[in-house]
Protein backbone atom coordinates (compact mmCIF):
# COMPACT_ATOMS: atom_id res chain seq x y z
CA UNK A 1 0.00 0.00 0.00
CA UNK A 2 1.47 3.82 -1.10
CA UNK A 3 2.05 5.59 2.00
CA UNK A 4 0.39 8.84 1.22
CA UNK A 5 1.78 12.43 2.50
CA UNK A 6 -1.23 12.63 4.50
CA UNK A 7 -0.50 9.38 5.96
CA UNK A 8 2.48 10.42 7.03
CA UNK A 9 1.40 13.66 8.83
CA UNK A 10 -0.87 11.81 10.98
CA UNK A 11 1.67 9.29 11.97
CA UNK A 12 3.90 12.38 12.73
CA UNK A 13 1.09 14.37 14.62
CA UNK A 14 0.34 10.96 16.92
CA UNK A 15 4.11 10.46 17.62
CA UNK A 16 4.43 14.09 18.52
CA UNK A 17 1.22 13.29 21.11
CA UNK A 18 2.94 10.29 22.60
CA UNK A 19 5.98 12.56 22.90
CA UNK A 20 4.17 15.25 24.39
CA UNK A 21 2.41 12.87 27.23
CA UNK A 22 5.34 10.78 27.72
CA UNK A 23 6.51 12.38 31.65
CA UNK A 24 2.96 13.31 32.15
CA UNK A 25 0.00 11.88 34.30
CA UNK A 26 -1.29 8.32 33.67
CA UNK A 27 -5.12 8.94 32.57
CA UNK A 28 -6.10 5.46 34.82
CA UNK A 29 -4.50 7.24 37.80
CA UNK A 30 -3.95 11.31 38.07
CA UNK A 31 -0.68 10.44 41.27
CA UNK A 32 1.19 8.15 38.76
CA UNK A 33 4.04 9.86 37.17
CA UNK A 34 5.85 8.13 34.22
CA UNK A 35 9.92 8.41 33.85
CA UNK A 36 11.05 11.15 32.15
CA UNK A 37 14.52 11.16 30.10
CA UNK A 38 16.06 14.52 28.63
CA UNK A 39 18.88 14.09 26.13
CA UNK A 40 21.45 17.08 25.69
CA UNK A 41 25.30 18.00 24.51
CA UNK A 42 27.98 19.43 26.36
CA UNK A 43 31.31 20.93 24.94
CA UNK A 44 34.67 20.56 26.78
CA UNK A 45 37.20 23.13 27.02
CA UNK A 46 39.62 20.38 28.76
CA UNK A 47 39.09 17.57 25.88
CA UNK A 48 38.11 20.00 23.53
CA UNK A 49 35.46 17.42 21.97
CA UNK A 50 31.40 17.78 22.14
CA UNK A 51 29.56 14.57 23.98
CA UNK A 52 26.21 13.75 24.36
CA UNK A 53 24.48 12.39 27.83
CA UNK A 54 21.15 11.18 28.85
CA UNK A 55 19.48 12.32 31.99
CA UNK A 56 16.88 9.63 33.74
CA UNK A 57 13.86 11.53 36.25
CA UNK A 58 12.45 8.76 38.12
CA UNK A 59 8.27 8.96 38.34
CA UNK A 60 8.52 10.80 41.61
CA UNK A 61 10.67 13.93 40.69
CA UNK A 62 8.03 16.00 39.29
CA UNK A 63 6.07 15.86 42.29
CA UNK A 64 8.32 15.61 45.06
CA UNK A 65 9.58 19.62 44.26
CA UNK A 66 11.35 19.88 47.77
CA UNK A 67 13.38 16.55 47.36
CA UNK A 68 16.62 16.07 46.54
CA UNK A 69 18.03 13.00 44.87
CA UNK A 70 20.93 10.35 44.73
CA UNK A 71 22.55 10.26 41.19
CA UNK A 72 24.51 8.25 39.33
CA UNK A 73 26.76 9.33 36.50
CA UNK A 74 27.90 6.21 34.24
CA UNK A 75 30.23 5.77 31.23
CA UNK A 76 29.40 4.72 27.84
CA UNK A 77 25.49 6.05 27.55
CA UNK A 78 25.21 4.74 23.91
CA UNK A 79 25.26 1.07 25.25
CA UNK A 80 24.09 1.57 29.06
CA UNK A 81 21.05 4.29 29.40
CA UNK A 82 18.30 2.26 27.63
CA UNK A 83 19.36 -0.83 30.11
CA UNK A 84 20.08 0.87 33.15
CA UNK A 85 17.23 3.17 33.13
CA UNK A 86 14.52 0.12 32.74
CA UNK A 87 16.38 -1.36 35.70
CA UNK A 88 15.79 1.71 37.62
CA UNK A 89 12.35 2.73 36.65
CA UNK A 90 11.36 -1.56 37.46
CA UNK A 91 12.73 -0.68 41.06
CA UNK A 92 10.73 2.52 40.95
CA UNK A 93 13.85 3.44 43.02
CA UNK A 94 14.22 8.08 43.71
CA UNK A 95 17.44 7.76 41.55
CA UNK A 96 18.42 10.06 38.64
CA UNK A 97 20.62 8.48 36.07
CA UNK A 98 23.43 10.39 34.18
CA UNK A 99 24.86 8.26 31.20
CA UNK A 100 27.45 10.06 29.02
CA UNK A 101 27.99 8.95 25.77
CA UNK A 102 31.53 8.08 24.86
CA UNK A 103 31.61 9.65 21.20
CA UNK A 104 33.91 9.81 18.13
CA UNK A 105 33.81 7.68 15.40
CA UNK A 106 32.96 4.50 16.49
CA UNK A 107 33.09 5.22 19.82
CA UNK A 108 37.09 5.78 19.83
CA UNK A 109 37.20 8.72 22.29
CA UNK A 110 36.92 5.63 24.97
CA UNK A 111 40.58 5.10 24.08
CA UNK A 112 41.46 8.41 24.52
CA UNK A 113 39.24 9.45 27.66
CA UNK A 114 39.27 6.46 29.88
CA UNK A 115 43.00 5.70 29.61
CA UNK A 116 46.00 7.51 30.77
CA UNK A 117 46.95 10.55 29.81
CA UNK A 118 43.72 11.21 28.48
CA UNK A 119 41.76 10.30 31.48
CA UNK A 120 43.05 13.31 33.15
CA UNK A 121 41.27 15.67 31.02
CA UNK A 122 38.57 13.87 31.60
CA UNK A 123 38.19 13.95 35.07
CA UNK A 124 38.05 17.49 34.74
CA UNK A 125 35.78 17.71 32.01
CA UNK A 126 33.53 15.71 34.54
CA UNK A 127 34.06 17.35 37.66
CA UNK A 128 34.37 20.91 36.34
CA UNK A 129 31.79 21.13 33.12
CA UNK A 130 29.50 18.40 32.94
CA UNK A 131 28.65 17.65 36.80
CA UNK A 132 27.65 21.74 37.67
CA UNK A 133 25.58 21.60 34.19
CA UNK A 134 23.83 18.75 35.48
CA UNK A 135 23.52 20.27 39.28
CA UNK A 136 22.50 23.31 38.49
CA UNK A 137 19.45 22.03 36.44
CA UNK A 138 18.62 19.04 38.79
CA UNK A 139 17.78 18.49 42.34
CA UNK A 140 20.98 16.11 43.10
CA UNK A 141 22.75 15.18 46.90
CA UNK A 142 25.92 16.12 45.92
CA UNK A 143 27.71 14.75 48.81
CA UNK A 144 27.60 11.61 47.87
CA UNK A 145 27.57 10.88 43.86
CA UNK A 146 28.25 7.21 42.30
CA UNK A 147 30.31 6.69 39.64
CA UNK A 148 30.04 4.00 37.00
CA UNK A 149 31.75 2.33 34.52
CA UNK A 150 32.43 -0.77 32.52
CA UNK A 151 35.44 -2.59 30.80
CA UNK A 152 37.81 0.59 29.98
CA UNK A 153 34.95 2.61 31.29
CA UNK A 154 35.83 0.59 34.25
CA UNK A 155 39.10 1.68 33.93
CA UNK A 156 38.77 5.17 33.99
CA UNK A 157 36.87 4.42 37.36
CA UNK A 158 40.13 3.28 38.92
CA UNK A 159 41.75 6.41 37.63
CA UNK A 160 39.38 8.67 38.61
CA UNK A 161 39.94 7.33 42.40
CA UNK A 162 43.34 8.33 42.38
CA UNK A 163 42.75 11.70 40.18
CA UNK A 164 40.58 13.13 43.25
CA UNK A 165 41.66 15.94 45.50
CA UNK A 166 41.89 14.68 49.87
CA UNK A 167 39.69 17.69 50.19
CA UNK A 168 36.92 17.19 48.89
CA UNK A 169 35.99 13.87 46.39
CA UNK A 170 33.84 14.39 43.49
CA UNK A 171 32.63 10.47 43.68
CA UNK A 172 32.15 8.90 46.87
CA UNK A 173 31.13 5.69 45.09
CA UNK A 174 32.50 3.69 42.24
CA UNK A 175 31.00 0.99 40.07
CA UNK A 176 33.71 -0.56 38.22
CA UNK A 177 32.33 -3.55 36.28
CA UNK A 178 35.55 -6.00 34.68
CA UNK A 179 37.93 -2.99 34.28
CA UNK A 180 40.26 -3.19 31.40
CA UNK A 181 43.04 -2.35 34.12
CA UNK A 182 45.64 -3.87 31.57
CA UNK A 183 45.46 -0.15 29.27
CA UNK A 184 48.35 1.11 29.91
CA UNK A 185 48.60 -0.76 33.30
CA UNK A 186 52.40 0.56 34.11
CA UNK A 187 51.29 3.83 34.01
CA UNK A 188 47.84 3.39 36.02
CA UNK A 189 49.79 1.25 38.92
CA UNK A 190 52.24 4.86 38.66
CA UNK A 191 49.25 6.90 39.67
CA UNK A 192 48.44 4.88 42.39
CA UNK A 193 51.26 4.91 43.99
CA UNK A 194 51.49 8.89 43.77
CA UNK A 195 48.31 9.85 44.47
CA UNK A 196 48.13 7.21 47.45
CA UNK A 197 47.90 9.77 50.41
CA UNK A 198 44.43 11.12 48.64
CA UNK A 199 42.39 7.88 49.13
CA UNK A 200 44.43 6.26 52.02
CA UNK A 201 42.34 7.89 54.98
CA UNK A 202 39.11 8.59 52.28
CA UNK A 203 35.57 6.85 52.97
CA UNK A 204 35.69 5.86 49.12
CA UNK A 205 34.00 2.73 48.32
CA UNK A 206 34.27 0.14 44.95
CA UNK A 207 31.76 -2.12 44.04
CA UNK A 208 34.06 -3.94 41.55
CA UNK A 209 33.13 -6.92 39.39
CA UNK A 210 34.60 -9.28 37.08
CA UNK A 211 33.54 -11.43 34.75
CA UNK A 212 35.27 -15.40 34.26
CA UNK A 213 34.88 -15.66 30.56
CA UNK A 214 37.14 -14.26 28.37
CA UNK A 215 37.19 -11.11 30.89
CA UNK A 216 39.77 -9.09 33.14
CA UNK A 217 39.51 -11.52 35.48
CA UNK A 218 42.94 -11.87 36.06
CA UNK A 219 44.53 -8.89 35.43
CA UNK A 220 41.38 -7.41 38.02
CA UNK A 221 42.90 -10.28 40.70
CA UNK A 222 46.48 -8.37 40.18
CA UNK A 223 45.38 -5.15 40.75
CA UNK A 224 43.57 -5.96 44.01
CA UNK A 225 46.41 -8.13 45.16
CA UNK A 226 48.32 -4.57 44.47
CA UNK A 227 45.95 -2.24 46.44
CA UNK A 228 45.91 -4.66 49.37
CA UNK A 229 49.89 -4.41 49.51
CA UNK A 230 49.27 -0.45 49.85
CA UNK A 231 46.80 -1.22 52.34
CA UNK A 232 44.15 0.21 50.18
CA UNK A 233 41.79 -2.68 50.05
CA UNK A 234 39.06 -0.47 52.39
CA UNK A 235 38.70 0.67 48.65
CA UNK A 236 36.95 -2.74 47.86
CA UNK A 237 33.32 -2.60 49.55
CA UNK A 238 31.86 -5.10 47.45
CA UNK A 239 33.91 -7.67 45.01
CA UNK A 240 32.39 -10.75 43.08
CA UNK A 241 32.83 -12.68 39.98
CA UNK A 242 30.41 -13.37 37.29
CA UNK A 243 30.09 -16.66 35.20
CA UNK A 244 29.73 -14.65 32.11
CA UNK A 245 31.51 -12.84 29.32
CA UNK A 246 32.66 -9.23 29.46
CA UNK A 247 29.91 -8.08 27.51
CA UNK A 248 27.27 -9.57 29.14
CA UNK A 249 28.90 -8.68 32.93
CA UNK A 250 27.35 -4.86 33.24
CA UNK A 251 23.46 -5.84 33.81
CA UNK A 252 23.91 -8.50 36.86
CA UNK A 253 26.84 -6.32 38.28
CA UNK A 254 24.67 -2.81 37.89
CA UNK A 255 21.41 -4.83 39.65
CA UNK A 256 23.53 -6.09 42.72
CA UNK A 257 25.92 -2.93 42.77
CA UNK A 258 22.64 -1.13 43.19
CA UNK A 259 21.53 -3.12 46.43
CA UNK A 260 25.08 -3.17 47.85
CA UNK A 261 25.12 0.48 47.07
CA UNK A 262 21.54 1.91 48.50
CA UNK A 263 20.18 -1.33 50.31
CA UNK A 264 17.36 -3.46 48.96
CA UNK A 265 14.73 -0.94 48.98
CA UNK A 266 16.73 1.78 47.31
CA UNK A 267 17.64 5.53 48.70
CA UNK A 268 15.80 8.24 50.58
CA UNK A 269 15.48 11.60 48.91
CA UNK A 270 16.94 14.16 51.13
CA UNK A 271 14.48 17.27 51.62
CA UNK A 272 15.87 21.20 50.39
Known sequence: MPFYPIKKHLLTFLILVCAISYGQTNGEDPSYEKRTIK??????????????????????????????????????????????????ENLEWDVILVTIEAGGEENKRRAVDYTLPGASSYFKFFSLELIPEVESNYRIIDSSRTFQGCSLGGNAGVLFTFLEKPTKTVFSHYMIFD??????????????????????????????????????????????????????????????????????????????????????????????
Request: hydrophobic fraction near 35%; charged fraction near 20%.
Open 179 to 272: PAVWSNYKKNIHLIKKNKANITDSNTQWYLTTATISGNHDMVNVLAERLNKLNLDHLLEFRTDYNVEHNDVATPSFKDALIKRFGPNGPDTKSL
Open 39 to 88: NNSIASSYTNFSYTYHVYLPKSYHKNTDAKYEVIYATDGQWTFDEFSLIL
